[in-house]
């Protein structure tokens, strides 16, 4: 079974940088996609940063872009994202994901992150 545990988060002020750790077992992330998704109080999941398998090539929310940095490092089977210029609007409960197919798709429990201004 494929688990995945994010470490990292914590409390930061606006302007801030923080780096989440993705830790993966049970499979190798050179096999899936993998992504980190965010949740803020009464909003839905919504899409923050992916790394494709294939290639590593990124893809970033608009609202995160410039700011956000998504990696692997296939070695420690761990994906990163690295935020900076943290603004109050990007505290969420950070989610990571990885993605082979419908039936091979794994979440993280979370990480909080909250942006103070």
């Known amino acids: 079974q494929v688990q995945l545990v994010e470490s990292g988060g914590g409390l930061v002020q606006a302007g801030g940088s923080l780096r989440l750790s993705c830790a993966v077992s049970?499979?190798?992330?050179?096999?899936?996609?993998m992504g980190w998704y965010r949740q803020a109080p009464g909003k839905e999941r919504e899409f923050v940063a992916a790394n494709s398998r294939r290639d590593s090539t990124t893809d970033y929310a608009d609202s995160v872009k410039g700011r956000f940095t998504i990696s692997r490092d296939n070695a420690k089977n761990t994906v990163y994202l690295q935020m900076s210029g943290l603004k109050p609007e990007d505290t969420a409960v950070y989610y990571c994901n990885a993605h082979f197919s419908e039936e091979h798709d794994y979440w993280g429990q979370g990480t909080q992150v909250t942006v103070s201004s």
């Open positions: 049970g499979g190798a992330i050179s096999n899936y996609d």
